[in-house]
C-alpha cells in the first residue's frame, strides 16, 4: 500500500502570513514494498471561504512525473489575508494509485501596501546616543578598548506599549495579528502571550529588509474590555551590537506597526491599528541591550498593565508620536522562529572566594538564565556569563571589546514565586557567577534556557569511538549556539554573519539540520546588502560600522568569504533540491563575478602577460585566515599575518572555482551562453593560477598545507603539478607531526584531499591526533563546543580571550558523515545518494541517519569478528542508492555478485584494482554481509 505522508509547503509544515505568490510543496511517499517511485501525482488547491465552504482553485490534474518535491503552485494568483488548503495523491510505478493525503494549510499575509491601516508609532524616548567611534583598527592593532560608562548611566529602557479596546458580544470567526517593530517586540494580548518566539521580528537588513509576523489571536481575545500590550527594547536595530559594539546601527527610537484584525461571522470587521490612541510608558526594565545584558527592577513592574481593568496613572503614560517610515521594505516571517528549545539543569555549583556562585551547566550553549528567587525585597542580583573557567577553576571573562558584558541584574520585589529571566538579551556561556545572593542556593531554582531558531534536526551520526562522537556532539552544539535568527560566527563577541564562517559550514549545517529556510531568509540578506559594484560585504547582516571601517584591511569584502553568494546557494541545491535559491541569488552571482573580474584586472592594463589580469593579487583578502601555525607558539605572528601569506593564492583559487561553479549553475538553469562565458573565464583564472602560483617543480609559492589542499581539491593543478603538490602536502604534515596547519577556508577540504590521492591513513592521523592543534585535542581539554582557536586552551592549562563557540572548524562534520558514515548525495535532494562507508582498525561501528525531503536515510555498518561487516541501509521511496563496498575479500566477490542477481539490484560492477563492489538499488531495506580483506590502519600518532 502507497501513501503520501509529510506535506510541506516552502519545506515548512503550515505557513502564517505568507507573501509567496507561488508557494512550492513537497511530500513523502510511504510504502512496505520495495523498488517503490512515483511516477504521477496530481494536487488540488483550494480557497477556504469565509462561510467555512472550501472551493476548488487549482486541479494540477495527473502529472507525468517522478518529483515529489518543490513543485510551483501554478493556480490562480493568491489573495491576501486567505486560508488555502491542499492535498495531493500520487501513482506508483507499478500503477498503484494512493489515496487522497490529509491536508496541508497556508494563510497569506498583507500583500499589498494599501492594506496597511496601521502607522508607524513611537513611544516618548530620547534618542540611542551614538557612542564614540571605535574601529576594528583600534581593537586590534591600537589595542584600545574604548570603556564606556556602566550600562545603567547610558543604556534607555525598553518601552511598553499599550491599546485598550472594546469587543461586542458577537462571534468571532477570525482574528489575526500581523505585526513588527523598530528593536525588537514582546507582545501580549490580555496578559497572555501570543507566541513562544523570541526576538522577533528577527535580525535583517532592516532598512532593506524588514519582516513583520502574523499571529491567530483568537483564543486570548474576550467580549467586552481587551487590551494589546508590547514591550519593545533595542535588540539589533538600536543596541551596542557588532565587533566594536558601535549603538544604533540600524536606528535611533524604538517603533511599532501593528494591526489586529477581527473578523466577525456577521461579515462585519473590526481593526485596531497602531496610531495617536496608544499609550507608552517604563516598567521593570531599567534597561536591555542585545550584547550586554539585561537589567530588570520588579519594584517598579506595572502590573497588570497588559490586562483588562488596569488602572493607570495619567502623568506615567504618555501618548506616541505617529511617524512616517516606509512599508515597501515589510516582507512576511520566512523560516523558524527563535524559541527555547532545551532547558539545562546544573551539574555543579560552588562558591569562589569572594562568596559568589558559580553554576556550570555542563555545556557550553547560547542563552539565557532562569532564576526562582527566594529573597527579601531590594536584593540586586548579578549575573555574570563566561563560557570557560581559568587554569586554576576561577570564573574567566573569555570575551574582549566594547560593550560585551554578558551580565544581567535582578532587583527583587520579595514577592512569593518571584522568577527572573531576561528577555530581550542572549548570552554565550557555560557558567553563570551569581553574586548578590546571600540565601543557599538550590540547583532546582536555576536553569538554563537554550535558545535557537527552532530548525528540525535532522541528522544523526555515531560510531563506536567516544571522542568521535564527543566530536561530533561538539560540532551539533556549535550549531545551535550560532543559529539565532541568523547564522553566526560566535554566540558572545561579534554574533555576526561571517560569509567565510558559513560558507564552510554549511554543508555540515545542512546535514545537522532542516536549514532550507533560514539560510534563504539569510540569502536574502545578502543579496540586499550587496554594493553597487558587486561586492558582497564580510557579514551580513552588515551594520553601519562594517560599512564605514575600511581602515582596518583597506575593504569590506574577501575571497571566500564574498563567494557565499555562489556556494551558499549550491548547498541548498544540492541537499534540498532548491533550485529556485539559485535562480534567485544567480545576478547577485554575476555581480559578484563581475567585481572579482574587474578587481583583478585593476591597474593592469598595460601589462604584456594576459594571464596576470587573471590573478587577484590587488586587493587585500583574509586568505587562510588563522592558519595554526602563524596562531599558537610562544610568539605567534597572529592572523594578519596569515591572511598576507596566502592571500593571493587563495584568491585566485576561488576566483577560479567560483568561476567554474557559476558556470555549472548556469548550465543548470539554462542559461548556455553565460555557461559558456564563466566555463572560459574559469580555464583562464586556472591557467593563470598555474603560471603565478605553482612553480615549475610543482610547490606552491605560498607553501602551506592549505594552499595545496585547495588547489587539490579546486582541481587547479595539472597532472604532473598534482603529483608533486600532494607529495609536498603530505611532507608538511609529516614534518609537522601529522597535525593539521590549515586555515578557516582549507579545512573543509584537506581530509578529502588526502583520501582521493591515496593517503586516507594520514587523514585519519589527522582526524585521531590529540596533540594541539587537533579536533580531538579540544575534546581532551574539555570542549563542549568546538573551538574559535586550536589553542584557546594551551597544553599548559592557559585559557586564552577566544571564542569557545565557533562552528567554523567544525565543517569536518561533512567528511565524517560521508567517509565515516557513507552517506554522500549524488542528485540534488538526495533522489540518488552514494553509499560508501569507510572503516580503518580503530572503528567497529557507524550509524548514519538523515531525514531527507524524500524522508529517512539510514546507513549502519558492523565490523564483527574476523573482519566481517555487515551494512544495513534502509532507502526511502522514490530514491535510488548506489551501494560501493570497499576492501572487499577476493572470496566474497562471487557471493555478492549472485546476490545482487537474486535480489534484482541494477548497474553491478567489479573494480578488482580497488577490490570494490558496486551496484544500485531503489527503495527498501538492504542488508549485506561479507568479508574485509583489510582494515585501514591507523600507526601510532
Known amino acids: 500500500m502507497i501513501q503520501v505522508i509529510k506535506l510541506k509547503i516552502e519545506n515548512q509544515d503550515s505557513l502564517m502570513g505568507a507573501d509567496i505568490l507561488q508557494p512550492r510543496f513537497s511530500w513523502i511517499i510511504e510504502s512496505e514494498g520495495t523498488g517503490i517511485n512515483q511516477s504521477a501525482y496530481q494536487i488540488n488547491v483550494f480557497e477556504k471561504e469565509s462561510s467555512g465552504f472550501k472551493k476548488l482553485i487549482w486541479d494540477s490534474n495527473m502529472v507525468h512525473s517522478q518529483i515529489s518535491v518543490n513543485i510551483p503552485y501554478e493556480g490562480p494568483l493568491l489573495q491576501s489575508k486567505t486560508t488555502y488548503t491542499w492535498q495531493v495523491r500520487v501513482w506508483s510505478s507499478n500503477d498503484e494509485e494512493s489515496a487522497w493525503s490529509s491536508e496541508g494549510h497556508w494563510e497569506m499575509g498583507l500583500l499589498h501596501e494599501d492594506e496597511w491601516v496601521a502607522k508607524w508609532i513611537e513611544p ?83 532598512s532593506n529588509y524588514l519582516q513583520y509576523q502574523t499571529y491567530d489571536v483568537l483564543p486570548y481575545l474576550c467580549d467586552g474590555e481587551n487590551v494589546l500590550g508590547v514591550i519593545l527594547a533595542d535588540g539589533w536595530y538600536a543596541g551596542r551590537i557588532s565587533i566594536p559594539g558601535g549603538s544604533a546601527q540600524y536606528g535611533y527610537r524604538l517603533g511599532l506597526l501593528a494591526q489586529l484584525e477581527i473578523s466577525y461571522t456577521d461579515q462585519t470587521k473590526q481593526i485596531i491599528a497602531t496610531d495617536s490612541s496608544f499609550l507608552s510608558s517604563n516598567s521593570r526594565f531599567v534597561y536591555s541591550d542585545i550584547f550586554i545584558g539585561e537589567k530588570q527592577d520588579k519594584n517598579l513592574e506595572k502590573s497588570g498593565w497588559d490586562r483588562p481593568g488596569y488602572e493607570s496613572v495619567t502623568h506615567e503614560w504618555t501618548p506616541v508620536a505617529v511617524v512616517d517610515y516606509r512599508l515597501d521594505n515589510l516582507r512576511a516571517q520566512y523560516g523558524e522562529f527563535v524559541k527555547p528549545v532545551e532547558i539545562l539543569s546544573p551539574v555543579d555549583t560552588w562558591k569562589d572566594q569572594s562568596q559568589a556562585y558559580i553554576i556550570d551547566f555542563g555545556q557550553v550553549i547560547a542563552g539565557r538564565i532562569r532564576f526562582r528567587v527566594h529573597g527579601s525585597k531590594g536584593q540586586e542580583l548579578k549575573f555574570e556569563h563566561s563560557e570557560v573557567l581559568d587554569a586554576n577553576g576561577e570564573f ?180 534540498y533540491g532548491d533550485k529556485r535559491i539559485l535562480e534567485q541569488c544567480f545576478p547577485a552571482m554575476e555581480k559578484w563575478l563581475d567585481f572579482v573580474q574587474k578587481s583583478a584586472a585593476e591597474n593592469k592594463e598595460n601589462v604584456e602577460e594576459d594571464y596576470v589580469r587573471y590573478l587577484w593579487d590587488t586587493k587585500f583578502h583574509f586568505g587562510d585566515w588563522m592558519i595554526p601555525s602563524f596562531m599558537l607558539g610562544k610568539e605567534p605572528q597572529g592572523p594578519i599575518a596569515s ?49 603565478a602560483c605553482v612553480t615549475e617543480s610543482g610547490m606552491m609559492t605560498s607553501d602551506y598545507q592549505g594552499v595545496y589542499t585547495l588547489a587539490l581539491a579546486f582541481n587547479l593543478l595539472s597532472e604532473v603539478h598534482k603529483k608533486r603538490a600532494v607529495e609536498r602536502l603530505v611532507e608538511l604534515i609529516e614534518k609537522n607531526n601529522y597535525k593539521i596547519d590549515t586555515g578557516f577556508l582549507s579545512v573543509p577540504y584537506i581530509l578529502d584531499v588526502l583520501c582521493e590521492n591515496g593517503y586516507e591513513e594520514i587523514a585519519y592521523k589527522l582526524l585521531f591526533q590529540t596533540a594541539c592543534p587537533s579536533w580531538l585535542y579540544e575534546v581532551k581539554n574539555g570542549a563542549t563546543t568546538i573551538w574559535e582557536s586550536w ?42 545518494f552514494k553509499v560508501e562507508p569507510h572503516y580503518n582498525d580503530r572503528l567497529k561501528y557507524a550509524k548514519t ?53 537474486e535480489m534484482e539490484y541494477s548497474n553491478y560492477q567489479y573494480y578488482e584494482k580497488e577490490r570494490r563492489v558496486e551496484f544500485t538499488v531503489s527503495s527498501g531495506q538492504i542488508n549485506i554481509e561479507y568479508k574485509l580483506n583489510e582494515l585501514c590502519r591507523i600507526n601510532e600518532l
Open 791 to 832: 589553542e584557546a586552551i594551551k597544553p599548559d592549562g592557559t585559557v586564552g580571550a577566544f571564542s569557545f563557540n565557533h562552528y567554523a572548524f567544525g565543517c569536518v562534520g561533512d567528511w565524517l558523515v560521508r567517509h565515516i558514515g557513507g552517506l554522500t548525495p549524488i542528485e540534488p535532494g538526495y533522489s540518488k
Open 396 to 575: 574567566f571573562n573569555n570575551i574582549v571589546g566594547r560593550n560585551k558584558e554578558q551580565t544581567d541584574y535582578y532587583v527583587t520585589s520579595g514577592e512569593i514565586g518571584e522568577v527572573f529571566e531576561p528577555t530581550f538579551t542572549f548570552h554565550g556561556f557555560r557558567y553563570v557567577r551569581l553574586s548578590g545572593f546571600h540565601s543557599e542556593l538550590h540547583r532546582e531554582n536555576i536553569s538554563a534556557i537554550v535558545l535557537y531558531s527552532n530548525m528540525k534536526v535532522t541528522g544523526h551520526f555515531t560510531t563506536s569511538d567516544p571522542e568521535i562522537n564527543q566530536l561530533w556532539k561538539n560540532i551539533q552544539w556549535s550549531q545551535k549556539g550560532n543559529m539565532l535568527s541568523i547564522p553566526t560566527d560566535c554566540s558572545q563577541r561579534e554574533r555576526a554573519g561571517w560569509t567565510g564562517d558559513l560558507q564552510v559550514f554549511a554543508p555540515t549545517a545542512a546535514f545537522n539540520m532542516d536549514v532550507q529556510a533560514f539560510l534563504t531568509r539569510w540569502l536574502w540578506n545578502l543579496q540586499q546588502e550587496q554594493t553597487e559594484d558587486g561586492e558582497i560585504l564580510n557579514f551580513s547582516p552588515a551594520p553601519k560600522d562594517i560599512w564605514n571601517d575600511k581602515k582596518f584591511t583597506g575593504t569590506i569584502s574577501s575571497a571566500g568569504w564574498g563567494d557565499a553568494i555562489l556556494i551558499v546557494p549550491w548547498v541548498l541545491y544540492q541537499r
Open 849 to 901: 541517519q538523515f531525514e531527507s525531503i524524500y524522508g529517512d536515510i539510514k546507513v549502519k555498518w558492523e565490523i564483527k569478528e574476523e573482519n566481517k561487516m555487515f551494512l544495513q541501509v534502509m532507502v526511502p521511496a522514490n530514491t535510488m542508492a548506489v551501494i560501493s563496498l570497499t576492501n572487499v575479500d577476493p572470496g566474497c566477490i562471487q557471493k555478492l555478485n549472485d546476490y545482487v542477481t
Open 124 to 206: 516618548q524616548q530620547e534618542n540611542v546616543v551614538e557612542e564614540p567611534e571605535l574601529t576594528l583598527e583600534d581593537m586590534y592593532i591600537n589595542k584600545k578598548k574604548g570603556d564606556l560608562p556602566s550600562p545603567e548611566g547610558r543604556l534607555d529602557p525598553p518601552k511598553l506599549v499599550r491599546k485598550s479596546f472594546h469587543i461586542d458580544q458577537k462571534k468571532i470567526a477570525k482574528a489575526r495579528l500581523y505585526i513588527t517593530a523598530h528593536g525588537l517586540y514582546h507582545a501580549k494580548i490580555n496578559g497572555q502571550k501570543i507566541t513562544d518566539a523570541e526576538f522577533t521580528p528577527d535580525y535583517t537588513s532592516y
Open 643 to 691: 591572511a598576507l601569506a596566502t592571500k593571493d593564492s587563495i584568491a585566485t583559487a576561488y576566483y577560479a572555482y567560483s568561476a567554474g561553479l557559476l558556470a555549472e549553475i548556469a548550465k543548470i538553469l539554462g542559461k548556455p551562453e553565460q555557461s559558456d562565458y564563466y566555463h572560459t573565464l574559469h580555464y583562464k583564472v586556472k591557467e593563470a593560477f598555474g603560471i
